[in-house]
């Protein structure tokens, strides 16, 4: 089974990830890895600490000459913030009271996590639940995209909105989103995207914050991935899962998602039509590419509702910790808006879902036999 664990503090030495289950004899390519790390650190609305680091990964074991051993593939991405903060962050010399974060901040994990792990001072919950984790996962995420590669297995993200600034809407693919790229915003839409800009302007400037929507696309994957036999193996089940559990996403949706909730079968089951040039296919793809929890062999989209950052600097209401008197939240330096950073780490959260279920139909010991033996039934 493909699994990984991450661990880190925002501000301790470093994040660290274990990746277990690659095929042996699988290359890795470092500079991949390090250019999906780049992806994630750009974006307008971002605050000052994507100016201080600069992720690169580096492996500790599981490789030999750039090429899994099968063994567990350990690494580490540096926090250079660190030098910044070892006063209060060092493992052992660490002082606990240093920059002590005793007024929540509505939204963030501050007051949930000091009651139940009984810290009156917040900031090890911060330190843990702070985006800054999702660099571990791009990196999984990252070499995950290497395995699926060679089998025609690519994906790609965009931003749909943020705030209420929108693209235009209009049938995509996934060739479409390449513009994305060299947006600012990671945005297809240049109009669209000189408001998104525009609206995190104003939000930074009235010390507010901005959500948005993000998707995935991801193009050449073979019928079959997931399970409709039980409900922890479907495939859409597992992406929402998976996609959830990054900071801040509130929502997930498959292909027309909830907008299907709102149209009469007709306009929403993709007909199915078979020729001799592309075999059995369909003209829409209202499903994003899910039917039944498994892979149809059509394009996998996937939506993300990315929620307004919480830290404001026009602070909101909340409580002194210790005198439980009203108080304005914290202010700590902060992104206004990270929705183009979302989008890349909710691109490399997706391959790693599909990687796990790639392997566990076409998986093998080795890369080599995988190849050999992989014949996809479209
Ligand atoms: C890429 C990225 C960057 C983020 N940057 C910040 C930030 O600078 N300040 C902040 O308060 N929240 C930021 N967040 C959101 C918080 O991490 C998140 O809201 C918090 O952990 C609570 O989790 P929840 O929103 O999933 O409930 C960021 C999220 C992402 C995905
Ligand atoms: C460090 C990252 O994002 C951080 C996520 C984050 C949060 O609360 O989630 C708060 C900010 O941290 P800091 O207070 O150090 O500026 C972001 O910069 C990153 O994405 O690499």
């Known amino acids: 089974m493909l699994r990984y664990l991450t661990a880190g503090e925002s501000h301790g030495q470093a994040l660290v990830g274990i990746l277990e289950g690659l095929p042996a004899g699988m290359p890795v390519n470092r500079e991949g890895i390090d250019e999906d790390l780049a992806r994630r650190q750009q974006g307008y609305g971002r605050g000052g600490r994507m100016a201080i680091e600069q992720d690169r ?20 991405i540096e926090n250079r913030d660190y030098q910044n903060w070892q006063q209060g962050m060092d493992p052992f010399q660490g002082d606990v009271t240093y920059r002590q974060v005793v007024h929540p901040r509505p939204g963030h994990a501050d007051l949930p996590g000091a009651l139940k792990y009984g810290f009156d001072d917040m900031r090890p919950i911060l330190e843990r639940s702070s985006a ?16 699926l590669q ?13 705030g209420s600034a929108a693209i235009q809407h209009q049938p995509l693919t996934f060739e479409s989103l390449t513009g994305a790229e060299n947006s600012p915003v990671r945005c297809i839409d240049e109009s669209a995207a000189t408001k998104m800009m525009a609206a995190i302007d104003q939000a930074k ?26 409900w922890d193996r479907k495939l859409d089940a597992r992406l929402a899962y998976a996609l959830m559990s990054i ?6 949706e498959i292909g027309d998602g909830f907008e299907t909730a709102r149209r009469p079968g007709s306009q929403v089951h993709d007909e199915i039509y078979h020729d ?8 829409t793809n209202h ?25 404001l600097m026009q602070p909101l209401q909340t409580i002194d910790m210790r005198t439980k008197e009203p108080f304005e939240a914290v202010k700590e330096r902060s992104d206004t808006c990270a929705v183009p950073a979302a989008a890349v780490v909710a691109e ?8 796990q279920a790639f392997l566990e139909t076409f998986g093998r010991d080795s890369f080599e036999e995988m190849k050999r033996c992989w014949k996809p039934s479209r």
């Open 57 to 76: 990964i580096h492996v500790l074991s599981g490789l030999r000459g750039g090429v899994t051993l099968a063994s567990p593939l350990a690494f580490t």
């Open 132 to 147: 800054r984790e999702t660099a571990a996962r791009v990196a999984v995420g990252s070499i995950t995209r290497q395995m």
């Open 150 to 162: 060679p089998f025609g297995i690519e994906a790609a993200c965009h931003v749909v909105s943020i």
């Open 205 to 230: 400037a009235q010390g507010d914050s901005l959500g948005g929507v993000v998707e995935v696309r991801v193009k050449g994957l073979p019928v079959g991935l997931g399970s409709h036999v039980q």
């Open 247 to 252: 900071q801040a996403v509130k929502g997930v």
């Open 276 to 283: 001799k040039d592309r075999g059995i296919h369909r003209k």
């Open 287 to 311: 499903a994003g590419g899910i039917e039944g929890g498994m892979s149809n062999g059509e394009e996998l989209v996937v939506r993300c509702g990315v929620k307004p950052i919480p830290t």
């Open 348 to 355: 490399l959260v997706t391959l790693f879902v599909v990687a």
